[in-house]
């Protein structure tokens, strides 16, 4: 199928600037990447920024008078101001680089655990999830529940592997301090629709926080647009490095909620008996941050800011759509999520029949085609579908049809390999 039948991107001239889609594996096997629900291949223009920073500019940031201490702080608060664009944020001080989504997510869970009145989640509250959930986005509610009393709720799941919310007023209650929910499932590839949730939740009062971590990659992200409270996302997912996250809060909020981590730059003053704290987002940054890592950032952002996001959106539309039809004219094959393209992102779940997915995983490596297998941390789907694990392919930027029609060929040599 041509990309210009498709309406893609012109993914020949965006390959050239990954060079680890050049490599051979086993020997002689043109890599076939598609694991990026788990992390993105980088551009040369990230690698080469953090070349740059490494050699060039070097140094910790803030209070250093020295070049390399103002380059650096330029680099790293330029990283924000980009971000902060990227995601429409009303302010840069709404925007606090984490190490990743967790980090995020973990941060804003013991904020409520600790704040004052109205944020403190208490015994008696509710907390609100999904059964869809990455781990990050349920084991850190679990813990405020359990360490303050509150009580954890969910919304199910629906066969097709869309939330069933024909209980949302029941669900979402006057007791309700916190809904926390996945923007686009990782192994189901569901995008929730947010405002319905948003909505509700705050009729009763409670604040909404959102796991963009497979959304902010792949399409228009408008933090004041969507009306939660806190945004979490990752960088490594969306051509940045590894160890950089970012969350987004309302500047009022963060402003009354209390720190996070004590030292270093969170601080305004310290005496032996009492501190004061800096100014957000700073009073969330404690210690050295992970500077190199926002620079890259940034200049991911600046990278798919080029392409366009909208652009990015409509390619891996087209190629999920592609790869659905595909996919399901496989004898034996069931897609674990919704079967259509609409509401869905790029991120595909499928088991094979009586094969392990940890062996289909493995045959297709032996042929150059990556993939994740397991429960993709979101083990709770995987026991409500009753299957142990999926085999998931998971398509970006610089994915053609010649990938997808690789996968299924693939998939045609594990079912032959397995009898």
Same mark, same amino acid.
């Given at each position: #199928?041509?990309?210009?039948?498709?309406?893609? $991107?012109?993914? +020949?001239?965006?390959?050239?600037?990954? /060079?680890?889609?050049?490599?051979?594996?086993?020997?002689?096997?043109?890599?076939?990447?598609?694991?990026?629900?788990?992390?993105?291949?980088?551009?040369?223009?990230?690698?080469?920024?953090?070349?740059?920073?490494? +050699?060039?500019?070097?140094?910790?940031?803030?209070?250093?008078?020295?070049?390399?201490?103002?380059?650096?702080?330029?680099?790293?608060? *330029?990283?924000?101001?980009?971000?902060?664009?990227?995601?429409?944020?009303?302010?840069?001080?709404?925007?606090?680089?984490?190490?990743?989504?967790?980090?995020?997510?973990?941060?804003?869970?013991? @904020? $409520?655990?600790?704040?004052?009145?109205?944020?403190?989640?208490?015994?008696?509250?509710?907390?609100?999830?999904?059964? #869809?959930?990455?781990?990050?986005?349920?084991?850190?509610?679990?813990?405020?529940?359990?360490?303050? *009393?509150?009580?954890?709720?969910?919304? *199910? @799941?629906?066969?097709?592997?869309?939330?069933? $919310?024909?209980?949302?007023?029941?669900?979402?209650?006057?007791?309700?301090?916190?809904?926390?929910?996945?923007?686009?499932?990782?192994?189901?590839?569901?995008?929730? /629709?947010?405002?319905?949730?948003?909505?509700?939740?705050?009729?009763?009062?409670?604040?909404?926080?959102?796991?963009a971590s497979q959304a902010a990659p792949h399409m228009p992200l408008d933090v004041?647009?969507?009306?939660?409270?806190?945004?979490?996302?990752?960088?490594?997912? #969306?051509?940045?490095?590894?160890?950089?996250?970012?969350?987004?809060?309302?500047?009022?909020?963060?402003?009354?909620?209390? /720190?996070?981590?004590?030292?270093?730059e969170m601080i305004e003053t310290v005496t032996m008996t009492s501190s004061t704290?800096?100014?957000?987002?700073?009073?969330?940054?404690?210690?050295?941050?992970?500077?190199?890592?926002? !620079?890259?950032?940034?200049?991911?952002?600046?990278? @798919?800011?080029?392409?366009?996001? +909208?652009?990015?959106?409509?390619?891996?539309?087209?190629?999920?759509?592609?790869?659905?039809?595909? @996919?399901?004219?496989?004898?034996?094959?069931?897609?674990?999520?919704?079967?259509?393209?609409?509401?869905?992102?790029?991120?595909?779940?499928?088991?094979?029949?009586?094969?392990?997915?940890?062996?289909?995983?493995?045959?297709?490596?032996?042929?150059?085609?990556?993939?994740?297998?397991?429960?993709?941390?979101?083990?709770? !789907?995987?026991?409500?579908? *009753?299957?142990?694990?999926?085999?998931?392919?998971?398509?970006?930027?610089?994915?053609? /049809?010649?990938?997808?029609?690789?996968? !299924?060929?693939?998939?045609?040599?594990?079912?032959?390999?397995?009898?």
């Open positions: #199928m041509s990309t210009q039948l498709l309406g893609l $991107l012109d993914v +020949e001239k965006i390959r050239k600037d990954f /060079p680890i889609l050049d490599r051979l594996v086993h020997g002689d096997k043109p890599l076939v990447y598609l694991d990026n629900a788990a992390t993105s291949q980088k551009p040369r223009q990230v690698l080469d920024a953090l070349s740059a920073y490494y +050699e060039r500019h070097n140094a910790n940031v803030h209070r250093g008078i020295h070049v390399l201490a103002e380059e650096a702080t330029a680099l790293y608060e *330029g990283a924000r101001d980009k971000v902060a664009a990227f995601i429409k944020a009303p302010s840069r001080d709404e925007v606090i680089f984490t190490k990743n989504s967790s980090e995020a997510l973990n941060l804003v869970s013991n @904020l $409520l655990a600790w704040a004052d009145e109205p944020y403190r989640v208490r015994a008696g509250d509710e907390v609100v999830i999904t059964e #869809m959930e990455h781990h990050s986005n349920i084991v850190p509610w679990q813990l405020l529940c359990q360490r303050v *009393g509150a009580t954890l709720k969910w919304f *199910g @799941l629906t066969e097709e592997g869309r939330l069933d $919310l024909s209980r949302i007023d029941e669900v979402i209650t006057e007791r309700t301090k916190v809904v926390s929910i996945v923007y686009v499932s990782n192994i189901l590839g569901t995008v929730n /629709p947010i405002d319905v949730i948003v909505r509700r939740a705050h009729e009763v009062g409670a604040m909404v926080v959102v796991d004041a647009a969507l009306g939660a409270d806190f945004v979490a996302f990752t960088g490594h997912k #969306m051509c940045g490095p590894t160890g950089i996250g970012v969350l987004w809060g309302r500047k009022q909020v963060l402003e009354e909620l209390p /720190p996070f981590l004590g030292g270093g704290y800096a100014a957000v987002p700073h009073k969330y940054e404690a210690g050295t941050p992970p500077i190199a890592q926002a !620079v890259g950032l940034g200049a991911a952002v600046d990278y @798919l800011s080029e392409i366009g996001m +909208e652009n990015v959106q409509a390619h891996e539309h087209a190629i999920t759509r592609y790869a659905l039809e595909a @996919l399901q004219s496989i004898e034996g094959l069931r897609i674990i999520g919704p079967y259509t393209a609409d509401d869905r992102g790029a991120a595909i779940s499928f088991t094979l029949g009586d094969i392990h997915p940890h062996d289909v995983g493995q045959v297709l490596d032996d042929q150059g085609i990556a993939v994740r297998v397991g429960h993709h941390c979101a083990r709770p !789907v995987c026991l409500r579908y *009753g299957i142990p694990a999926t085999t998931r392919a998971s398509f970006y930027i610089y994915n053609s /049809p010649a990938d997808v029609d690789a996968l !299924v060929a693939g998939i045609e040599h594990v079912k032959r390999f397995f009898g």
